[in-house]
């Protein structure tokens, strides 16, 4: 019995770094293939796509195993939906470290500009107008970082100010997207690591 339970939850840490073409296609361990295809759906937002692989899994998952699965699923959910409420309360239930104070910030943050396909129609507007502002405060703040800097050389023109502050905000967007991304890949590496760990 524990040798066919460390088959089938516990093959989440070692699927982790399959393409979704080769999860799609695993059959010995459907239920973890699933779960994580779920688990990146939901990291995309995509709760619609999220919601049908959690099925799967669990249609594919062995009674013992679907406590977790179903918990794991609430997790996923409630990220897809920019629930930050849900998430903390999701991941305490799932047994792994939840998310820090600044994560759901940030999820509460991309829930007013970027919100689910749920939301009504005011919510996406509301969210459309705090986008453009957000934009438009970047690339003044920019605009007034390439001024200052400037100042003690002799100034510049107009277009030249304009040029390097886009260039200011696109740097600043890459290294956050890159620290981002890198955080994420480091917390879901642990995240599974916990899961399959919980699941012995």
Do not use: N, W
Not at 59 to 81: F, T
């Amino acid at each position: 019995m524990r040798i066919e339970q460390r088959g089938s939850l516990q093959a989440i840490q070692q699927l982790e770094g399959r393409s979704d073409e080769e999860l799609e296609a695993e059959t010995r361990y459907r239920a973890a293939a699933q779960a994580i295809l779920g688990a990146r759906a939901a990291e995309r937002y995509d709760s619609k796509t999220a919601r049908a692989h959690f099925q799967r899994a669990l249609a594919a998952a062995r009674p013992q195993e679907r406590l977790q699965l179903r918990r794991m699923a609430d997790a996923s959910l409630a990220l897809a939906d920019r629930r930050a409420g849900d998430l903390k309360k999701a991941t305490d239930r799932l047994g792994v470290e939840g998310p820090t104070t600044r994560q759901l910030r940030g999820l509460r943050l991309v829930g007013l500009l970027l919100p689910p396909a749920s939301a009504g129609l005011l919510a996406r507007v509301r969210g459309i107008l705090l986008l453009c502002l957000l934009i438009v405060l970047a690339c003044a703040l920019a605009f007034g970082i390439v001024s200052l800097v400037a100042l003690p050389f002799g100034g510049l023109s107009l277009d030249p100010r304009i040029f390097y502050s886009i260039l200011l905000v696109l740097v600043a967007l890459g290294v956050l997207i890159y620290t981002g991304r890198r955080r994420q890949r480091k917390a879901k590496a642990q995240r599974a690591e916990q899961i399959a760990a919980r699941s012995q």
